[in-house]
């Protein structure tokens, strides 16, 4: 991403005379970086399905908004092209644009490469003016229709474009309501409909102090202009940063006629999906509402009907909805998520775009359309977002569990999460920064709840179906959500949830589970689930198409079993230091880093043995004879001691009960004085503590050994022992732990080669610069990432996350942080020269990775592009990063 | 070193057949690798002064000793090679090898490439027995010279072959000297030498359970192994290590007919050099000793007489040498040090090498050398040690101090010392890692006292004269000597020195001067001298060859002044941060740190503006319209503020005595625990900490910009002002900082390109991998080496230096300190790739270096290889960087 952006960053606005503006009809799926998710699937539905289904219209390009944000104004060709469209659209259609009498209505919508609910989305009935909706009352025969389109309008415009508060607009359809005593906007009579675009135009001049603009050829420019402008908007710029989408790539304006779903009882607006949005089993599924427009639906205001009910008032419709839903799939290869509109009984498509959805339903779909034959494996599995797999893994409700249902919602997103509740996107903020996990519990959530979205452990809105803001978004980032949970009367202002006389408040407990809909204020247990059948089915298929390794970091036989089960072939790091942190080994490890002499040292070193020996003879059983990486100890010393203000307290509190306990601490103190550093991160570790008290390393091997040999003897299948060389930087210091190893394990019996082989961790830039000259020494190399990031950045992790990345988030100097994915231009830069150098110096070296990008699928993208053997990651990552693998494989294969 | 170090050691031992022995008519001094300095000068001087001057012998390569340590074993073609040699010089000389009536007897000498006095160096007289003593007393009529020929071979092949402790046999002198009431060693009769010789042979088979070995080819082959094996000797190691020598150079062994120095009152031993080795006057200067051989000269042991004198006692002889040397200094270029014989009246050169030096020595011979015609400027220019030119800007006493001269002894390395005395080398090391300024005081010194050399100030000895080991080893290392202070009464076991009655101990204060013999213990003031005529001369030179730029890093006027009088063309690197840090500025810049709001902490920072602004101004002045790069803030704020330990103890004083202070400190140790960072190195500092709080950088490029305004309005000449950016890793913070650079400076009028210029530091890893992105957006570059380093090797040099470094050392994993010269593998490449970039995105772009590497001679070296256009040093290097740049530049050119 940083790569790309920062390349890209100087070549923008430097090409020669460009087309801007581009009729449906000259477009096709494959310009979507030109036109938008949204206008190249309105070119490809018009060339697919022929302009009887597809309203016409033309789509302003990703490339104008571009050069509107680089020179602040919009290029100088563009009103001529779009002028020259709009004469193209009217000249089809047999309407004038602003023509009072039968005018020609247009939506205007944004549309960036990837669809992004922070940007403004959409202004409908464009055109209307007060002399147009008498004409299109009197052409339509229908007054209502005309004004119910007119106060639409003015109140999108008055809102998307000028920024007049939702809250005043809903106040006064909410006032007209009460007035009228009506409950439904659809009960609204001419009268109320005309009151209420006066009151709307009210606002507009309140607040920008000019009348509601009435040439429609000003509505178009200010609408087009809004929508470019919304991309810079703060909502969308925290939503790129979350979906790591480039600053730089603009968003498109699709300009399209107007068709009605709010005609009356005949006409409905609606989304469709190719298949369950949640499950992703093969029946349609959406919502849809008669006589209204599509913002009704999508905002979740009002409830939405089952699609599934539209097959009972519109058979027909229906029918041809599914069946080009089939077609778009086939086109697309890939499950649909569509907009629709009928109006009058006749069918119009709107929108067609590829579903985001769950990773279940991910899953399922790559299952089904291998089965239905309309994608190959390959194609299949490159269909799954592997970042969500994440989410197959996460808990559920103990299927044992017993707990009081409080309230159902509509099951939106699957999963279950506990927490505290939350009342608002900010208090959900502040409390995951203070390590809380919180619910966040809204009527209903807006674009800018998503950074709520991101912090809470899962959502739960009282309105709204699955077609919701809060439920495609929380589906989007794989977070747990139950919308729609009628029975929940949430008071924003009193703070309280009131659910059948129960009230809960900000800071009560609460779980919800996305899978079933089901809410609870019982401490109820969330399990890991199995891997279920479809998901087998896909790994299965990974590991045919992965030619990437998978391993897991595992430093205890119960997670080498995890790891074991999750399908990982090996052990690629396991971190001894885990080892001497139990309880009942700190003060054995403490008692040998306070030896004064080498002898006392290598005393408690004996008592360590033995343990860290049964460790390992457990990670080597569990693994059953599949490789295991053992990291000879890396941190510093000092991290086993107490802190210095620890040991002070400690000291003044024995002062006066326990004085003869001071001389101990004293001399705790001393040696934490002394082995204290400035940066422990550059400071004495690794192998460095190995070179300066090589009776430590000397122990560990000794441990390595003595447990292979058991392990062997006791199953008879020989353990494959890799002793791994922590933070080398110089081939000294590799050849000197090397020597170490060796002579330990010949005073072992046991025979490099053959027993066990040596490897060293790659985490220095100078490791990098001499792999060549390294490899020779050893028969695997494993990228530590982590530290190699730390050190090419100059990042110290634990200082630079809390307080500069988010920073750097917001001031697009990175779009993800580089711990999360790897930064390919530097440290990605370092990874491929020690490739190549390696396998230069030794040809049958093994290239592996072990930091926490092992589990990281952009990131293993990356390892599988530079020719790494394999990735280890943690164990819950074991199946995210065979899928990750397999689409790497997939992606640089040629394609079939 | 590392990298030739590293690349080299794989490829030892695999060549083909070796011829491992040359005869000295088969070498030159071009052979110096192979042969080893001692003899490529032997065979050197054998093909320009005839076999008449030089005793014939042959040399053992030093690939042999190469193959030796390798295998552990000789190569076995070896001794094959020796025995043809062998007979070669028998059938030469026409006398033969271990004839007991007339025998051919050798020396037999260690000599690696450079001079290592760490090594066993010499072995006289040998192939005499028991028998053959006899026959050299028959043939050579001198019975006397026969047995001390015989008691010194002995001895010495007792000592060096096999380690019989010189104290037992110089106690069996000793006792004899004793018992037979004589003061000298030449006073010894047949009688006296018989009785030695047994006596050295009683320890020897009490030693070894052996008799005293009576078969020279045994004696030989013994010998020549003793050699090889001393390369891998502690001392030997300990002085590669300070001279960074590789280990893989071995060292040759010299095998040659032996001449006699100790033949009566004709014969001498003496070493000479071509001029005064003190002060490099044209005048040959040396030490000779009648009826000596050569260990008794250069042992220190015996006072020894001038060189002068021997133009009294022997003038032909004394005129030939002067001849002898001033054909060598034609061949070599360069002042050479000898070693002669006078064996009754025939004068025989056993040695001749360029003369190691004293700074003053090597300039007076560069300007004379000229001068004279004897080179041109650039070959006269690299026989200077441009690392040692730092003792001509040491300290000498000051010229008006009035002290008390405490005795007097000879001027052996130039320059003034003090400190406390120690007795020991251990002594000495232990108080230099404390930081405790020490003066080694010892009656003589040897090999195993080196280290001690290198922690000491300075090093007094009350024996030996300018020839002595202490005398050779302290001009080596730059360190002031004074030697021979025969007033000195020095007591180790006492641990007392006592001169004329006053006894002074370890721990007390001395003072010595090397370039005028004076000692005192009065607390006399050292100043650093002025630049002699001379080394304006020299540095005159310098300036014309080098095409590198030296700039110097200083903070505040003084500095600047001091760097312009040295010579610097401008300043490479002002750090603001030293100017906060000033007792005045520290409780405003802690204001600004503890500061609530953005406004407040501004209205601290207008505070320290004009202070900032006030700097400036004196650095432009001083620079008088040179460059001067002035860096933004640097280091992480919480360096300003006490630490958290500082702030509980105050605490704890105020809870009783000023409980309303407590809030004050609480709030302060709030911010403290807040701004704490694990790995401060790594943290929020740089330009993220200007990201961070831009207030702070936009204050400092306000005071810049005012600044330069002023001083150019009251001065009439405009500053060269660069404005630096520190740490960048990343285009975003690069352009985000440049950004407020150019706002800011514009805010107050000043434009960029005319006033001012940005450039960023490139001291991360990732930067370098980014240089030519980077390079687009500043004007230049300057290399921050020292924390590249850090970064590149994983090194916190708080952390480092002290614990792992010297160990490292030890065990040769690296030669030298990283941060003293550069790494040319690691950071080097990443340098070099950083230069190609950086032209590459910018081909105007000017490139510096900053670090602390910018001082060292090899570094300079490196940086002038890789391109760069500038080194910035501390102002005492500028002159040493202007005569390494120069050296760099000459090495560089096609030779004349």
Same sequence: chains 1, 2.
């Avoid at 390009?61 to 104004?73: F, L, P």
């Avoid at 900000?506 to 891997?531: K, M, W, Y």
């Avoid at 170490?740 to 985490?763: C, K, N, Q, W």
Wanted: aromatic letters at 6%.
């Amino acid at each position: 991403m940083t790569q790309a952006h920062e390349a890209a960053a100087d070549q923008i606005g430097e090409r020669a005379m460009t087309k801007y503006v581009y009729d449906f009809e000259e477009g096709s799926r494959e310009m979507r970086n030109l036109l938008g998710g949204k206008g190249s699937g309105l070119a490809e539905m018009t060339r697919q399905l022929g302009s009887d289904v597809v309203p016409a219209g033309f789509v302003v390009t990703t490339e104008a908004c571009v050069e509107y944000m680089r020179a602040g104004d919009e290029p100088p060709e563009l009103e001529g092209e779009v002028t020259a469209a709009l004469a193209r659209l009217e000249t089809k259609i047999g309407r004038k644009f602003g023509d009072p009498a039968d005018p020609l209505l247009l939506s205007v919508r944004s549309g960036a490469r990837e669809s992004m609910p922070g940007m403004m989305d959409t202004v409908l009935n464009l055109g209307l003016t007060d002399e147009s909706v008498l004409g299109l009352a009197g052409v339509t025969g229908n007054e209502r229709f005309a004004w119910d389109s007119y106060r639409r309008f003015v109140q999108m415009f008055s809102n998307v474009v000028h920024g007049v508060p939702t809250e005043r607009l809903e106040g006064e359809i909410a006032r007209i309501k009460r007035e009228r005593g009506v409950a439904l906007d659809t009960e609204l009579d001419v009268a109320a409909l005309k009151e209420l675009t006066a009151a709307f135009k009210a606002h507009f001049r309140t607040l920008t102090g000019e009348d509601f603009p009435q040439d429609p050829g000003m509505q178009l420019h200010q609408a087009m202009l809004a929508v470019f402008g919304s991309w810079g908007g703060a909502r969308a710029i925290a939503y790129r940063r979350i979906n790591q989408i480039p600053d730089d790539w603009g968003t498109a304006v699709n300009v399209q006629q107007m068709v009605f779903g709010n005609r009356g009882a005949h006409s409905c607006s609606g989304v469709a999906f190719s298949r369950d949005e949640v499950t992703g089993a093969p029946t349609p599924s959406g919502d849809f509402l008669i006589n209204a427009q599509g913002e009704d639906v999508v905002s979740g205001v009002r409830n939405t009907s089952e699609l599934s009910e539209l097959a009972e008032v519109m058979p027909e419709s229906y029918e041809r909805l599914v069946e080009i839903m089939r077609k778009l799939e086939r086109i697309y290869g890939d499950m649909q998520d569509t907009e629709f509109t009928i109006e009058e009984g006749r069918l119009y498509m709107l929108q067609t775009r590829n579903a985001k959805r769950p990773a279940q339903a991910a899953v399922r779909f790559a299952v089904d359309a291998v089965a239905e034959g309309l994608l190959d494996k390959a194609k299949a599995i490159l269909t799954i977002d592997a970042a969500k797999l994440d989410a197959l893994l996460h808990p559920t409700f103990d299927r044992n569990a017993k707990f009081e249902v409080l309230a159902r919602g509509v099951a939106a997103s699957p999963g279950a999460a506990k927490g505290t509740i939350v009342l608002s996107a900010p208090a959900a903020q502040k409390a995951a920064e203070a390590g809380e996990a919180v619910i966040l519990v809204r009527p209903f959530t807006e674009a800018e709840d998503v950074a709520g979205f991101f912090a809470a452990r899962g959502i739960l809105t009282s309105e709204g179906g699955k077609a919701s803001h809060a439920a495609l978004v929380a589906r989007g980032m794989g977070r747990p959500c139950v919308c729609g949970a009628s029975a929940l009367r949430i008071d924003l202002d009193e703070g309280t949830i009131t659910v059948n006389g129960t009230v809960l408040r900000a800071g009560d407990q609460i779980a919800i589970n996305g899978s079933t809909g089901e809410i609870t204020t019982d401490d109820v247990t969330l399990v890991r689930p199995e891997i279920d059948e479809n998901f087998q089915t896909v790994l299965g298929w990974a590991d045919e198409l992965r030619t990437l390794g998978v391993r897991a970091n595992a430093d205890v036989p119960a997670d080498a079993r995890r790891a074991h089960e999750f399908g990982a072939e090996g052990i690629g790091l396991c971190r001894t230091e885990h080892m001497f942190m139990a309880e009942d080994r700190q003060p054995k490890m403490r008692g040998m880093i306070m030896a004064d002499t080498v002898e006392e040292r290598r005393a408690w070193l004996e008592k360590l043995l033995p343990l860290q020996q049964a460790d390992f003879e457990g990670l080597f059983e569990a693994m059953e004879g599949q490789k295991v990486a053992i990291r000879l100890l890396d941190p510093p010393l000092h991290e086993f001691l107490p802190s210095e203000l620890e040991l002070l307290e400690e000291l003044r509190q024995v002062a006066n009960t326990h004085p003869e306990r001071m001389d101990g601490i004293h001399k705790e103190l001393a040696r934490v004085r002394q082995l204290s550093e400035t940066n422990p991160m550059l400071g004495t570790r690794g192998c460095r503590l190995g070179i300066l008290h090589p009776e430590i390393y000397e122990t560990q091997v000794r441990a390595i050994m003595r447990a292979v040999k058991a392990v062997g003897k006791r199953t008879g299948k020989a353990p494959h022992c890799e002793v791994m060389i922590p933070l080398v930087g110089f081939t000294g210091e590799l050849r000197r732990s090397r020597e170490l190893v060796l002579a330990t394990a010949a005073s072992e019996g046991m025979e490099h080669g053959r027993d066990y082989v040596i490897g060293t961790m790659i985490e220095l830039p100078r490791a990098c610069a001499i792999a060549d000259t390294l490899a020779k020494d050893v028969e695997f190399f494993s990228f530590g990432t982590n530290d190699l990031t730390q050190t090419t950045l100059g990042f110290s992790r634990d200082d630079i996350e809390g307080a500069i990345i988010p920073q750097y988030i917001t001031d697009r100097i990175v779009t993800v942080s580089p711990f999360e994915t790897i930064d390919t231009v530097g440290v990605g830069m370092l990874v491929r020269m020690a490739v190549e150098k390696g396998r230069a110096g030794n040809p049958s070296i093994e290239l592996g990775i072990c930091g926490e990008h092992g589990g990281d699928p952009k990131s293993i993208a990356f390892f599988n592009e530079v020719g790494l053997d394999y990735v280890s990651c943690s164990p819950f990552r074991v199946p995210i990063a065979r899928v990750a693998a397999a689409q790497a494989a997939a992606q640089q294969a040629p394609s079939a």
